[in-house]
């Protein structure tokens, strides 16, 4: 009898070529037994919902705005709205059928909270996440143009892109997988980042099999 597919929950707010490049590993075999069971983001415009519409996966789209909008503009009002929002992104995915083995952040411009992590643990569901830096270096958003900026004016000869999981402190979870991008003077920032992509690309599935074999490892004992 054929084991049941793993089934992935993907986090985007953007163009989604991350997002592609798990799509298409699913449909090679690359990542066996795998699919993209749903794909979420929290940009209505995000060009990955019609990357995963025209592969007929599910979407949905969960947006902070209206969350603010219920809370006064202060900062307790903000933090407020986005533990409502991460509470109801947390219950979006565990209503899904099939529900997800694992919750992919790819390119998903959003500090999640413990009121996404706990009810997620709890569900034994890992989250991990693509980042395009070293573990320790550059975390949060614009990490590959602060990169290239040290290469610039500080003489840094390196950064990389890694796959790690989620906690509360962004972007500072155990390493999955990492790989090394060279500096190279004088190369522009847009030069940088297309190369950066195209590791980023393969890292995402490399990264999201060694989490699952772990996953399978686990559920066999
Ligand atoms: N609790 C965690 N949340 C997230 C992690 C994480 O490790 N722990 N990884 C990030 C992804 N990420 C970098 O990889 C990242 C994304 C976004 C931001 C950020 O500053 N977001 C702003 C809003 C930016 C925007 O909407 O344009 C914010 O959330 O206020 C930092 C890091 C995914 N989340
Ligand atoms: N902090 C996370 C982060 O900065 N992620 C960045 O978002 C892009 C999403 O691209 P995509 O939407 O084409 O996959 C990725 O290329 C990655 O560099």
């Known amino acids: 009898m054929s084991e049941a597919p793993h089934n992935l929950a993907v986090l985007i707010s953007g163009n989604g070529s991350n997002l592609q490049a798990l799509i298409d590993a699913c449909a090679s075999g690359t990542l066996p037994n795998t699919r993209v069971s749903h794909v979420i983001s929290n940009r209505k415009a995000a060009f990955g919902l019609e990357r995963a519409a025209k592969a007929s996966i599910p979407t949905t789209y969960h947006n902070l705005v209206p969350y603010k909008k219920k809370h006064p503009q202060t900062s307790e009002g903000t933090e407020t709205a986005r533990q409502q929002y991460d509470g109801d992104l947390a219950a979006i995915i565990l209503a899904l059928e099939p529900r997800p083995d694992l919750i992919v952040c790819a390119g998903w411009m959003h500090i999640v909270t413990p009121s996404f992590l706990t009810p997620i643990a709890n569900a034994n569901i890992k989250i ?17 143009e602060r990169a290239w900026k040290a290469g610039k004016d500080e003489g840094l000869k390196r950064t990389g892109v890694m796959i790690h999981e989620v906690i ?35 890292l995402i599935v490399e990264g999201t099999r060694l989490t699952l074999e772990g996953i399978g490892k686990v559920r066999d004992q």
């Open 168 to 202: 509360a402190e962004v972007d500072a979870g155990e390493a999955i997988s990492t790989q090394e991008v060279e500096l190279k003077e004088g190369e522009s920032l847009d030069d940088l980042e297309e190369r950066i992509h195209k590791v980023e690309h393969g």
């Open 128 to 144: 991990i996440n693509l980042h395009p830096a070293l573990p320790g270096e550059f975390a949060g958003a614009g990490a590959i």
